[in-house]
């Protein structure tokens, strides 16, 4: 499947279909992590339940520590 992330085009594995495998696949699941699909924010429990699908756009931010 092939989404557009963070205004780039990429090609997805077989095996990430949702929100959470996508953020499972770049390892940072366990981060603080702002999700915006097709333009509205879903909530972090639908991240193991909500399908991505062919040509969806998806922005991520997620926050770095330091100082």
Do not use: A, C
């Not at 095996?15 to 333009?39: G, M, W």
């Not at 339940?49 to 100082?67: A, C, P």
Request: proline residues 3%.
């Amino acid at each position: 499947m092939t989404i557009q992330l963070n205004g780039k085009t990429v090609t997805l594995p077989q095996e990430v279909t949702t929100v959470h495998d996508l953020l499972s696949h770049y390892q940072i699941e366990n981060r603080i992590v702002i999700v915006e699909l097709n333009k509205e924010i879903p909530g972090k429990e639908q991240y193991e339940t909500l399908l991505l699908n062919e040509g969806d756009r998806v922005e991520m931010i997620h926050f770095v520590g330091g100082g």
